[in-house]
């Protein structure tokens, strides 16, 4: 699967859940909404002085998941 089947399936669900670890690897979830495609990557929005964008940098692997009308 490519990138963009991936933004086109987001796309359909719009709003994900997003999930990284704190600093004392704790897991922590948000919903986003997952915004374009560009040069075989996915971008969403968040501001720099978040935890959210904290945690990205500190630890790169994350996991989503979201839900279609089908389930």
């Known amino acids: 699967m490519n990138v963009s089947t991936c933004l086109n399936i987001l796309r359909e669900i719009k709003d994900v859940a997003f999930a990284t670890v704190d600093e004392n690897n704790q897991p922590q979830v948000r919903i986003i909404d997952v915004?374009?495609?560009?040069?075989?990557?996915?971008?969403?929005?968040?501001?720099?002085?978040?935890?959210?964008?904290?945690?990205?940098?500190?630890?790169?692997y994350v996991a989503i998941t979201g839900m279609n009308k089908k389930y």
């Open 35 to 60: 915004m374009l495609v560009e040069d075989n990557k996915l971008y969403f929005c968040t501001a720099r002085g978040k935890d959210f964008y904290k945690q990205l940098k500190n630890h790169p």
